[in-house]
Structure formats: structure tokens, C-alpha cells
């Protein structure tokens, strides 16, 4: 079959390239990305006014198998990946029982291969149980196909057992991911500390929770040359840490998610668990201070932290809820929001979206570089898409944006063989 | 006015009906037989996750006033230990036939998240560390009463505010009416700067004051706190002893406020601790009108919320 894409506006971020163009796509194989093609198609997809781009990786993600399949599994969690035009997920191993054992990161690969609908890459942890008292182990979770360690969802507490991981997994040129919390500065804070935790009546969560967990890893990864993705970043305090990080040269990535640049605390009023996720929404400053940190590189990788939770999580009272909301679906859109506000450029934000997290995990990133499998989004930025429960792909529907309009939507992906229309 | 859940969304004219119509019905208090058919045949629901003494009382002794039926609820011995939720259980009791919730709970915000799911008035008797409107009512109409106005007085509130949700409704109460609140205590038990910016209601209104002695100076009303060692995920304070050198009210103290100046304490009380015994005999203290108090503004609100009052 011959696919060809017209006068779309290219943004491809392995070769460089925002154009407008044409892509021909024959047998599931980019063809030609050229100004103007001339050629026989089967398919014409007139695409003037789309982004079209690779599909989008994401590196932090929770499908919820095995274990807490009501919540979501890999087939749903990534068929809400497809609809968002993420065609690469990286699944976090906070599962039940956790991915602390090649038979899971196994299964989960067998799993996948039969029934996800994009790539799935599994995210094995850090420490058994994620207890964080022994490390699991590196050299046969890798062989098993995990891409990375983390304990998401609990930071390694024990510096020497993470100043031991760090060191460990170089052998195996495993990245660590930390979840940087400290919790006993965090613990029972539920939302973050200021007006809202005065408001909601909570401990609140200080930033310090979240800088200081952060500043210890950085001198951890500086002592040890260790590979360290640093998940979610939320406040402003982490900036001069993080570019004396650059400045020293140390070997280490940092992420954060939409929510983080997009959402505040004032969210949480009214004991909105929708709106409940760790780290907290923080105050208009951080959210300043976050797209500071995406245009100053210092922040290289967005992710959605989708973490579904059904209404038995999340209708309960505040303090209960599971923290978490959904995100593959509103990666893009919420993202491509940095770029109406003059954050980053179209090209810059495709690399945050697709190839820095690829080379996190040291995977090849979806490209339309002729020869390589089709792998094709064509996002229309202006188009207003009203959120609903019904409009959501994923299992669980926990997200505030429920009855808001976002814009900008996926339209359509183009994947190998398949012409795939939302 | 359809619930109570927290002094922060009342009005100052709402604060003033319930004040009101608390001091009318004070005088039912005072017959020889104190009871009234006025909520005949309302059932009212009295669900007590915590500890209580004087708020269960009192808003038993209000509804037997009125003439309200009371079930009551202990989360001890209930399907809750069964594995239900709070909202199952309340969902259940609802389909008995109640009118109106009366909820304490450990956790902030549950009466609110109660309010969402039930279509049901709802009263919060204290949530977490965040709310407890019905004591700063009462701690209003006693002030009122006693010095005859709520405008322009100087609220001094002293002990554990972070913990406090009698301190988090009378900084907002107060400064509603028009006075103005300072509070004081161990700096950590206290609100941080951003904290502090939700509770300013307005531009000098809120001060947060780490000597007692400077907080107190020039006071008209003193609030003191209990130390709330249930609610400290761990032992925030070296010792009590120490606790009372620093921040124990004692007669001296009482000294720096404005003459005839009044003392609340929302009880229980440790004597020892936040106040010395000897202050039981201080002739502005009144933590007993406190009480009395009490019973009519929890009448005023079952009033207001289940005939329209």
C-alpha cells in the first residue's frame, strides 16, 4: 500500500528538520520526505495546517498489569498511548507484584507482543519489593529486556544503596530513574504546603521534599559518573541545582510532566482528588520556573506519569486517594502548548517528546528518515477537543480536565501497514 | 444556607444570622422545661469518628432541645471495621430516613467530600486539621456577649495552630467580623509565610508572632490551645515541661492583656501544660459560658439548615 501526505508541516527532530513537505509511505516504509512528491498513491492524506510528526516516546508511564487491572492493562493503557500518538511506552515497574524479577519484565514483554498496541518497553525496579534494602538484579532484568531501573513512587532513602545502584548499573548501561521524595519530609503533606494546604487543612508538602532528594542524587551521580534520569520535576528551588549539574558535567537527565507546567494547586480546592498526584501541583512560580527550566534545556524530557486509578481510588476522601492522573492522551496537546506560548520551538519540543527520552532509554526513536517503519502523527494544533469520559481511551477517566476543551488532537497515526483515524 | 462545612465560604452576614439566632434561642435554655417542638420528627445523624466530649453533647443536648431523633454512630464495632467505606456506610445509614449529618472525622475535608456524594445537609464538627465552624461560632457569640462587640478587638490565639482546627476557623471567623488575630506558639506548630497568606483575610488582619509576650501585649480576647499530641505524625515538642516554661499561659502573662480582657480555651484542657491551675480563678476566664454557648449555636445551625430558619 502507498501512503502519501501532503503539504503537511514536518517536524522531525532526529534529522532537524520543520518543514512543510510531503511523506510517501510504501509497505509500511517511509518512501520519500521531500518539499513536493509527484507520485502514485492509494492514499492521499492532505495534511495542511498538521503537525506531522514521528510518533511520540513517552518514559514514564504506569499500565497497571500485572496486578491492578481494573485500573488499566496493556492492551487499554496502550490503546490510550496510540489515541495520544505515543507509539513508544516505557511502563514503570510499580506494579503487583512489581517488576522486580526477569518472569515479570517477561511476561510483561509476552503480554505486550500480543496484545498492546504500541511498543512497550518495561521499566524493571531498583530494589526488591521496592522495599529499598537490596538491589534486584541488574544483569538478568536487562537480559530479560527491561530499559532502565526505578522505584517510582518511593525514592531509594539509602544514600549508600544508591550510590551502590548507580554504580552497578554502568556495567549493564542501565539508567536509574529516581523518584526524588524524600518521605519523611512529604509524608501525610497531600497536596503542597502554602494556601492550599492551609486551605484543605493539610501537613503540605514542601519543596524541600522534592530538592533535597534531588540534590542528593545529582552528588551521588557526580561521585559515581552513574547514569540518572531524574522523574517529574515540580518547583522552582531544583533550577540552580540543576545547571550547576550541566556546568559540572554530570550524567544525568531530568523530566517533568504537563501537569507540572500546564496545572496549579488551586486544582485541589475543594478536596478535588482529580487533581491529587506526586508530586503536587505547585503555585504559578513553579510553573514558570518548570517551562524556564524546558527552554533552558535544563529539563530534556517530558513525560505524562499517566497513572490511572478508578472512581474506587479516587471517590473517597482526600487523604485516602490514590495519587495520580491520566495522561497519554494529553501529552501532545498540553505540551504543544509550550509552543502557542513561545517556550519552545516546534522542533525543540518534538525532541523532549520523542528522541531525548528515546536516548534515555537508549531505544531508537520513531523518524521519517526514508527507510525507516512508518511511524507517522498528524496532530492538528487548533482543533478543540472536549474532554469527557467518553472520549477517553484509557480504563480509568481520572484526569481534572474532565469537561474542559483542550486544544489540539491527535487526528491520525500511520503505523507500518495501517492508517489508523480518531 | 444548605450546609456547614467551614467558616472560610460563610459570609459575614451569614456568621451574624447563626449569632443571632443563637442569642434568641439561649433564652429556651433558661426555661424550666427547656425543650421546643420545632424539628419534630427530623432524624439527625451524630457520626463521631473521633473521640468527643463536649461537641457530641452539645449538639445531642441541641437536638433534644428541638426535638430532633438522633442516631449515633461509633466507628468502633460498625461495618466500617467490615472493610465499607465511609461513603457505603453513609449511603446505607441515609436510606434509614436521616435529615441532616452531623460528621467529625480524623481526616481534612471529609463532611465536603460527604456534601458532594449526598444530597443531604452536612455539618462539620470538626475535620482533620482543618475546620471546626461550630466552635468558632460559639467562641464568637461568647466574645460578642461578653465585650459586646466583634469589630476592631485584638484576638491573640496561642498554642499549636498547625494542628489546630479551632484555630483555623477562629483566625477566619474573627477577622470576618473585623478584628484582627495574632497567633503564637512554637514556630514549627505555626503557619508557614505562604500558609499565612491564605489565612490574611485582609491587609493586617493575620499576624504570625513567635514571642508570647509581644503577642499578648495590648490583647482583648486570648485563645489558648490544647497541645494536640494525637494529631503529630511524630513528637514535635522536646517535653511538656518545656512546653509550659515557653508557651504555658500563667497569671503574669495575663497581665500584659487589655484590662478585662476575656480567656477561651476550647477544651479539653491539660492543666499544667497550656495553662496554669491558678488561671481557673481569673475573673475574665469563660470557658464554662464557652460550653453553654455551644448548645446554642449548634440549635441555630440544625435550626437554619433543616427548616430554613
Redesign the interface.
Known amino acids: 500500500m502507498r501512503i502519501l501526505i501532503k503539504k503537511g508541516r514536518i517536524i522531525e527532530p532526529s534529522l532537524q528538520l520543520d518543514l512543510v513537505g510531503d511523506i510517501y509511505v510504501v509497505d509500511g516504509k517511509i518512501a520519500g520526505l521531500e518539499a513536493n512528491i509527484e507520485a502514485e498513491a492509494d492514499e492521499i492524506i492532505p495534511a495542511h495546517g498538521l503537525w506531522v510528526m514521528p510518533g511520540l516516546v513517552d518514559i514514564h508511564v504506569h499500565l497497571r498489569e500485572p496486578g491492578e487491572e481494573w485500573k488499566e492493562d496493556l492492551e487499554t493503557g496502550t490503546l490510550s498511548a496510540l489515541y495520544g500518538g505515543v507509539l513508544r511506552v516505557a511502563c514503570m515497574p510499580n506494579t503487583k507484584p512489581p517488576n522486580d524479577s526477569p518472569e515479570v519484565t517477561a511476561y510483561i514483554l509476552k503480554e505486550a507482543k500480543r496484545r498492546a498496541h504500541v511498543k512497550v518497553y518495561p521499566i524493571a525496579c531498583i530494589t526488591k519489593a521496592q522495599a529499598g534494602k537490596e538491589l534486584t538484579e541488574f544483569g538478568r532484568l536487562k537480559e530479560a529486556g527491561a530499559v532502565a531501573l526505578s522505584d517510582d513512587g518511593k525514592w531509594v532513602e539509602d544514600a549508600e544503596l544508591m550510590r551502590k545502584a548507580l554504580l552497578y548499573a554502568q556495567a549493564f548501561e542501565l539508567p536509574i530513574i529516581s523518584h526524588p521524595e524524600d518521605p519523611k519530609l512529604s509524608a501525610h503533606g497531600e497536596v503542597n504546603l502554602g494556601e492550599i494546604s492551609a486551605k484543605l487543612g493539610f501537613k503540605g508538602i514542601p519543596f524541600t521534599a522534592e530538592t533535597c532528594a534531588v540534590v542528593r542524587d545529582l552528588l551521588l551521580a557526580k561521585e559515581t559518573k552513574g547514569r540518572l534520569h531524574l522523574a517529574h520535576l515540580s518547583v522552582k528551588e531544583n533550577l540552580p541545582f540543576l545547571r550547576w549539574a550541566k556546568e559540572e558535567g554530570i550524567n544525568f537527565t531530568a523530566e517533568t510532566c504537563p501537569h507540572y507546567f500546564h496545572f496549579t494547586e488551586d486544582l485541589c480546592d475543594n478536596y478535588n482528588t482529580l487533581a491529587k498526584v506526586n508530586p503536587p501541583l505547585r503555585t504559578q512560580e513553579d510553573v514558570e520556573a518548570i517551562k524556564q527550566a524546558l527552554k533552558e534545556g535544563l529539563i530534556e524530557v517530558i513525560a505524562s506519569d499517566h497513572a490511572p486509578h478508578s472512581s474506587l481510588e479516587k471517590e473517597v476522601e482526600f487523604a485516602l486517594a490514590s495519587p495520580g492522573m491520566i495522561g497519554l492522551e494529553f501529552l501532545l496537546p498540553l505540551s504543544a502548548h509550550l509552543e502557542k506560548e513561545g517556550v519552545l520551538s516546534p522542533l525543540r519540543l518534538a525532541e523532549l517528546l520523542i528522541t531525548n527520552p528515546a536516548k534515555v532509554i537508549q531505544i531508537p526513536p520513531p523518524s521519517l528518515k526514508p527507510g525507516s517503519p512508518a511511524e507517522i502523527i498528524l496532530f492538528d494544533p487548533e482543533k478543540d477537543n472536549l474532554v469527557t469520559p467518553e472520549t477517553i481511551r484509557s480504563k480509568s477517566k481520572n484526569t481534572p480536565l474532565l469537561g474542559k476543551t483542550l486544544k489540539g488532537k491527535v487526528l491520525q497515526v500511520i503505523l507500518k501497514e495501517r492508517i489508523i483515524f480518531f | 444556607m444548605t450546609h456547614l462545612l467551614d467558616i472560610?465560604s460563610l459570609s459575614p452576614q451569614e456568621i451574624e444570622h447563626y449569632l443571632t439566632l443563637a442569642e434568641n434561642l439561649k433564652e429556651v435554655l433558661h426555661r424550666p422545661i427547656p425543650k421546643v417542638p420545632t424539628l419534630r420528627g427530623k432524624l439527625v445523624l451524630l457520626l463521631f469518628y473521633e473521640p468527643s466530649t463536649r461537641t457530641k453533647f452539645s449538639f445531642e443536648r441541641a437536638c433534644k432541645i428541638l426535638s430532633a431523633d438522633i442516631m449515633s454512630f461509633q466507628a468502633k464495632g460498625s461495618s466500617l471495621e467490615k472493610g465499607e467505606?465511609?461513603?457505603d456506610t453513609v449511603k446505607n445509614l441515609k436510606a434509614l430516613g436521616i435529615n441532616l449529618i452531623v460528621i467529625r472525622?480524623n481526616?481534612?475535608?471529609?463532611p465536603?467530600?460527604l456534601a458532594?456524594?449526598l444530597d443531604l445537609p452536612i455539618v462539620n464538627a470538626g475535620?482533620?486539621?482543618?475546620?471546626h465552624p461550630t466552635q468558632a461560632l460559639l467562641d464568637l457569640l461568647t466574645v460578642k456577649e461578653k465585650l459586646g462587640t466583634l469589630t476592631d478587638l485584638r484576638v491573640v490565639i496561642v498554642g499549636d495552630i498547625?494542628h489546630s482546627?479551632v484555630a483555623?476557623s477562629d483566625i477566619l471567623a474573627f477577622q470576618k467580623m473585623g478584628s484582627s488575630v495574632i497567633v503564637v506558639g512554637p514556630a514549627h506548630l505555626l503557619?508557614?509565610p505562604?500558609?499565612?497568606?491564605?489565612?490574611k483575610l485582609r491587609s493586617g488582619g493575620f499576624k504570625v508572632c513567635y514571642s508570647l509576650k509581644e503577642a499578648l501585649k495590648g490583647a482583648d480576647v486570648l485563645i489558648a490551645l490544647r497541645v494536640q499530641k494525637e494529631r503529630h505524625?511524630s513528637p514535635l515538642l522536646p517535653s511538656e515541661r518545656e512546653y509550659h516554661l515557653c508557651f504555658g499561659l500563667r497569671w503574669n502573662h495575663l497581665e500584659l492583656l487589655k484590662e478585662g480582657a476575656l480567656l477561651l480555651h476550647p477544651g479539653p484542657i491539660n492543666w499544667g501544660i497550656e495553662l496554669d491551675p491558678s488561671l481557673e480563678k481569673y475573673p475574665f476566664q469563660v470557658i464554662l459560658e464557652q460550653v453553654e454557648n455551644g448548645v446554642a449555636i449548634r440549635m441555630a445551625v440544625l435550626l437554619t439548615l433543616l427548616s430554613g430558619a
Not at chain 2, 481526616?107 to 471529609?110: A, E, K, N, V
Not at chain 2, 475535620?127 to 475546620?131: K, L, V
Request: overall charge negative.
Open positions: 472560610h467505606s465511609l461513603l472525622h481526616l481534612s475535608g471529609t465536603h467530600f458532594k456524594h475535620d482533620g486539621i482543618h475546620e498547625k482546627r483555623h503557619p508557614t505562604s500558609e499565612a497568606e491564605y489565612f505524625q
